[in-house]
């Protein structure tokens, strides 16, 4: 396939087997985890876990990548289309609320062959927010929840942190276009979120202008209660940052605190993290669980 599925527009041939472009994966799924998982927001997690799918490779670039052995070195199995399909239907048989495809941009061709036959229960497009319009829109009637990132709306400051300075208004069009698919969040009987959108922002050290700077625009854009925001404080230094000094280390109290009350003051409905959500555990272990 000549790939154009994200912002990048690589435009390169990705064999079954062979990726090349910013991805570098090839047109068939590459996973590295498949289980229950039980750390997102209380309304998809429930009590029994979402059903999360972890992609490898990725169509950014964040230099604090909590998930660099898949997205950055792309540790995973290579599975075909049919296997995924029994991944997402043996999650379902484990007790899974809905099925969360992790970092699904670039394999959006995938899921959507995955998806053909509808699921049982929801499906999650859990993605870093670096989505094409049109891409997204290939995929109406089959994503339930969208959970996308809102990482930053400054240009340079994605540029330099996630090598994708269009990224703001690549993210804000991509976010848009999710609400028009699934219109305001919908829960069933026993609060888990069954059709919307929720939107995380990742408080980053020495970034609380951002992480203000996004809860304006969400709260400008979608009418009060229509889609949730998860302000979260999980932020740990990974990786060589040494070229980023400026954050390597973890939030201050007084960062996270001025966030939560901006959250608070904006009466931006969602979910507050607390700031011992700082802890390495919070990434799961990658070694091909479930595939």
């Given at each position: 396939?000549?790939?154009?599925l994200?912002?990048?527009?690589?435009?390169?041939?990705?064999?079954?087997?062979?990726?090349?472009?910013?991805?570098?994966?090839?047109?068939?799924?590459?996973?590295?985890?498949?289980?229950?998982?039980?750390?997102?927001?209380?309304p998809?997690?429930?009590?029994?876990?979402?059903?999360?799918?972890?992609?490898?490779?990725?169509?950014?670039g964040?230099?604090?990548?909590?998930?660099?052995?898949?997205?950055?070195r792309?540790?995973g199995?290579?599975?075909?289309?049919?296997?995924?399909?029994?991944?997402?239907?043996?999650?379902?048989?484990?007790?899974?609320?809905?099925?969360?495809?992790?970092?699904?941009?670039?394999?959006?061709?995938?899921?959507?062959?995955?998806?053909?036959?509808?699921?049982p229960?929801?499906?999650?497009?859990?993605?870093?927010?670096?989505?094409?319009?049109?891409?997204?829109?290939?995929?109406?009637?089959?994503?339930?929840?969208?959970?996308?990132?809102?990482?930053?709306?400054?240009?340079?400051?994605?540029?330099?942190?996630?090598?994708?300075?269009?990224?703001?208004?690549?993210?804000?069009?991509?976010?848009?276009?999710?609400?028009?698919?699934?219109?305001?969040?919908?829960?069933?009987?026993?609060?888990?979120?069954?059709?919307?959108?929720?939107?995380?922002?990742?408080?980053?050290?020495?970034?609380?202008?951002?992480?203000?700077?996004?809860?304006?625009?969400?709260?400008?854009?979608?009418?009060?209660?229509?889609?949730?925001?998860?302000?979260?404080?999980?932020?740990?230094?990974?990786?060589?940052?040494?070229?980023?000094?400026?954050?390597?280390?973890?939030?201050r109290?007084?960062?996270?605190e001025?966030?939560?009350?901006?959250?608070?003051?904006?009466?931006?409905p969602?979910f507050?993290?607390e700031?011992?959500?700082?802890?390495?555990e919070?990434?799961?272990?990658?070694?091909?669980?479930g595939?």
């Amino acid at each position: 396939m000549i790939c154009n599925l994200c912002p990048r527009r690589c435009g390169v041939l990705r064999t079954e087997t062979e990726g090349e472009g910013w991805c570098r994966m090839p047109a068939l799924p590459v996973a590295a985890r498949a289980a229950l998982h039980h750390w997102e927001e209380p309304p998809i997690s429930g009590k029994r876990g979402s059903g999360t799918v972890f992609f490898s490779g990725c169509s950014l670039g964040c230099v604090f990548c909590q998930n660099e052995a898949i997205s950055h070195r792309d540790f995973g199995k290579a599975l075909t289309v049919p296997r995924l399909r029994e991944i997402c239907l043996e999650l379902i048989r484990q007790g899974a609320h809905n099925i969360n495809f992790v970092n699904p941009t670039h394999y959006a061709h995938i899921v959507r062959q995955v998806l053909e036959e509808p699921l049982p229960v929801p499906v999650v497009w859990n993605t870093g927010g670096y989505d094409r319009v049109k891409t997204l829109r290939a995929l109406e009637g089959r994503v339930d929840v969208y959970l996308p990132d809102l990482k930053y709306l400054d240009p340079e400051t994605a540029g330099r942190y996630s090598a994708a300075p269009d990224y703001p208004g690549a993210a804000q069009a991509a976010i848009e276009e999710m609400f028009r698919q699934t219109g305001p969040c919908q829960f069933d009987e026993a609060g888990l979120l069954t059709r919307g959108v929720v939107i995380r922002h990742l408080i980053l050290p020495g970034q609380t202008a951002q992480a203000k700077a996004v809860m304006d625009w969400v709260a400008r854009t979608f009418p009060k209660g229509a889609v949730l925001f998860s302000l979260m404080s999980q932020y740990t230094p990974w990786g060589d940052l040494s070229a980023f000094p400026e954050l390597d280390r973890r939030l201050r109290r007084g960062e996270m605190e001025s966030c939560a009350d901006y959250m608070r003051n904006l009466d931006l409905p969602g979910f507050c993290q607390e700031r011992t959500s700082a802890r390495e555990e919070y990434t799961p272990p990658f070694d091909l669980t479930g595939l």
